[in-house]
């Protein structure tokens, strides 16, 4: 799978708190070295970690945006970001 240009764009315009925890929680010990990688980077290397990987990260945004609906519960509140 090849994600599109605004698939892109729409992950690394979100937050990382999520799409890291994602990965932190349900990844290999790889994505959860990932994670935590993804948490601590400045925007320059968010953005290099997004592009190396962005089929799979796309994944794990998907993930983390499933964990925040969870989370946010029937009334839909704030998630963590």
Do not use: C, K
Not at 21 to 36: I, M, T, V
């Amino acid at each position: 799978m090849m994600i599109t240009p605004e698939q892109l764009n729409e992950m690394e315009r979100a937050g990382v708190y999520w799409t890291a925890r994602a990965l932190q929680e349900q990844g290999s010990r790889f994505y959860r070295a990932l994670g935590a990688a993804l948490e601590a980077a400045d925007a320059a290397n968010r953005r290099l970690i997004y592009r190396t990987w962005p089929d799979a990260l796309w994944d794990f945004y998907r993930r983390g945006q499933q964990l925040a609906a969870q989370e946010a519960g029937p009334e839909g509140g704030p998630g963590g970001e």
